[in-house]
């Protein structure tokens, strides 16, 4: 079982930037996906990044050249940096673990992302 529990959101006007943490306990393992979706009201939850535990990512087309997600092996944490915030990035974030070729995975309470001026 993989705990993930996720920091940083908040209010921010637009092209500001803000900086989400996601930290991991648990049986995380060796070979695995983690990453960052988000859910606006209305609509369905979306791939923002990813990052594998090969250090490869993978960016929703929204965000490429906006947002960089980067990790830290050593206190098992994904970041997502995000730059030049539009109000079309205002959603609940959601931190995500996946385990290579099979099922499991785990989603962190998700924490709210609000850009309005």
């Known amino acids: 079982q993989v705990q993930l529990v996720e920091s940083g959101g908040g209010l921010m006007q637009p092209g500001g930037s803000l900086r989400l943490s996601c930290a991991a306990s648990?049986?995380?393992?060796?070979?695995?996906?983690m990453g960052w979706y988000r859910q606006a009201p209305g609509n369905e939850r979306e791939l923002v990044a990813t990052?594998?535990?090969?250090?490869?990512?993978n960016y929703g087309d929204s965000v490429k050249g906006r947002f960089t997600i980067s990790r830290d092996n050593a206190k098992s944490t994904v970041y997502l940096q995000m730059n030049s915030l539009k109000a079309e990035d205002t959603a609940v974030y959601y931190c995500n673990w996946r385990k290579f070729g099979t099922s499991s995975t785990s989603w962190g309470q998700g924490t709210q992302v609000t850009v309005s001026s």
């Open positions: 648990g049986s995380i393992g060796s070979f695995y996906i």
């Open positions: 990052i594998t535990s090969g250090g490869s990512t």
